[in-house]
Antibody, heavy 118, light 112 residues
């Protein structure tokens, strides 16, 4: 059974960098069959796709976040990561990592809440 | 701002049929991209409900069905049950800039 678990600081100051890691078990981030995604959800609002990374480190980012976003893979730890710089209160959200297969997310992490506040 | 529009809420009595629409455009659903549907209960991660516009993953009850036509898609719950009360999101790809995934605005289903 594939499981994903997000980790990272729950509080980030405005203008700083938000960094999150997703640890995958029961599957491999080196697999050519899947993309590894990030999705976020501001409190009380809808879902927003952030982007994904592929096993060869090719990425596809949401155009609205692209200038601030970096994703990476660590195959030795079976993890993938997200860095979003110059954050503001608008980046406060529940952040989910997920496995994407053929355009849909079949496994999701439980999510981690990140609050941007001084 | 989402490019896929859903009604904010729909409601129905137990046993009734409810339909959730997902309206897009020629750059997403109308371009032929598949539509997915997710179900989300409060405080939990979304769960895949429909993929490939009309396919149910193993374990999803057959009272959930979906279709796509033109620039829109629909999710139908036939025989609404109390445990179906949740938020529902459609999702597709949009090719207007670089192909990127987009979610719908979300619909809350209330069982009366």
């Amino acid at each position: 059974q594939v499981q994903l678990q997000e980790s990272g600081p729950g509080l980030v100051k405005p203008s700083e960098t938000l960094s999150l890691t997703c640890t995958v078990s029961g599957g491999s981030v080196s697999s050519r069959s899947y993309y590894w995604s990030w999705i976020r959800q501001p409190p009380g609002k809808g879902l927003e796709w952030i982007g994904y990374i592929y096993y060869n480190e090719n990425t596809n980012y949401n155009p609205s976040l692209k200038s601030r976003l970096t994703m990476s893979l660590d195959t030795s730890k079976n993890q993938f990561s997200l860095k979003l710089n110059s954050v503001s209160a608008a980046d406060t959200a529940m952040y989910y990592c997920a496995r994407e297969f053929s355009g849909y997310d079949d496994y999701w992490g439980q999510g981690t809440l990140v609050i941007v506040s001084s | 701002q989402s490019v896929l529009t859903q009604p904010p809420s729909v409601s129905g009595a137990p046993g009734q049929r409810v339909t959730i629409s997902c309206t897009g455009s020629s750059s997403n659903i109308g371009a032929g991209y598949d539509v997915q549907w997710y179900q989300q209960f409060p405080g939990t991660a979304p769960k895949l409900l429909i993929y490939g516009s009309r396919n149910r993953p193993s374990g999803v009850p057959d009272r959930f069905s979906a279709s796509k036509s033109g620039t829109s898609a629909s999710l139908v719950i036939t025989g609404l049950q109390a445990e179906d009360e949740a938020d529902y999101y459609c999702q597709s790809y949009d090719g207007s800039l670089s192909p990127s995934r987009v979610f719908g605005t979300g619909t809350t289903v209330t069982v009366l």
